[in-house]
């Protein structure tokens, strides 16, 4: 069995201890998905991913959840030659690979306009706290990755989620039956 097969079934056992699981999981790619800066390489070298992505990639295609990625390159084309020589370019359902000084709020938007996937809805992985810091303001579980997407990382990601969306659906019943009985409390008063 290949280390990418291999690493695709341990990351197929990650997804299905969790009950549940985000509707899209958004990569950074420099030191991200690979480890080099792209402004860095030529377009005619053979790019390398780190060793666990291709199976957790392939392992999220499996199971229905949506990759996109988000990466603030300056040499988009670069990029996106490497995509098409590593064979993932079309497992993405949003490329959105442009420089900015937004730390990929923008990327966001976008990502979210052209998905309609709601940002709680989605899990991140970047190797820059700033980036992790400004998506997590906008309601993305973001995981700041030391040394690329690892099934460590994946894990860590994944069950943060969990946490993330599990507390949220316990605050909104909170404030349901908090209003629910503001509104119970009120109409008792107008018999």
């Given at each position: 069995?290949?280390?990418?097969?291999?690493?695709?079934?341990?990351?197929?056992?990650?997804?299905?201890?969790?009950?549940?699981?985000?509707?899209?999981?958004?990569?950074?790619?420099?030191?991200?998905?690979?480890?080099?800066?792209?402004?860095?390489?030529?377009?005619?070298?053979?790019?390398?991913?780190?060793?666990?992505?291709?199976?957790?990639?392939?392992?999220?295609?499996?199971?229905?959840?949506?990759?996109?990625?988000?990466?603030?390159?300056?040499?988009?084309?670069?990029?996106?030659?490497?995509?098409?020589?590593?064979?993932?370019?079309?497992?993405?359902?949003?490329?959105?690979?442009?420089?900015?000084?937004?730390?990929?709020?923008?990327?966001?938007?976008?990502?979210?306009?052209?998905?309609?996937?709601?940002?709680n809805s989605m899990l991140?992985?970047?190797?820059?706290?700033?980036?992790?810091?400004?998506?997590?303001?906008?309601?993305?579980?973001?995981?700041?990755?030391?040394?690329?997407?690892?099934?460590?990382?994946?894990?860590?990601?994944?069950?943060?989620?969990?946490?993330?969306?599990?507390?949220?659906?316990?605050?909104?019943?909170?404030?349901?039956?908090?209003?629910?009985?503001?509104?119970?409390?009120?109409?008792?008063?107008?018999?």
């Amino acid at each position: 069995m290949s280390d990418i097969e291999n690493a695709k079934d341990e990351a197929l056992q990650i997804i299905g201890m969790l009950e549940v699981l985000p509707k899209l999981v958004v990569f950074d790619l420099d030191y991200t998905l690979w480890p080099f800066y792209c402004e860095c390489r030529s377009k005619r070298e053979m790019p390398s991913l780190y060793p666990h992505v291709k199976g957790i990639l392939h392992a999220l295609k499996d199971k229905g959840i949506d990759i996109a990625v988000a990466s603030r390159s300056p040499t988009s084309d670069i990029a996106n030659a490497f995509l098409n020589k590593l064979s993932i370019k079309s497992m993405f359902v949003a490329q959105e690979i442009f420089s900015s000084w937004t730390h990929k709020t923008d990327h966001f938007q976008r990502i979210h306009t052209r998905t309609g996937i709601s940002f709680n809805s989605m899990l991140f992985f970047d190797d820059e706290n700033r980036n992790i810091q400004a998506v997590s303001k906008m309601g993305v579980t973001s995981i700041l990755v030391g040394n690329g997407v690892s099934l460590g990382a994946f894990r860590e990601g994944l069950t943060r989620f969990s946490q993330n969306w599990n507390d949220s659906q316990k605050n909104k019943q909170k404030w349901v039956t908090k209003y629910s009985k503001k509104e119970a409390d009120t109409s008792d008063h107008d018999t």
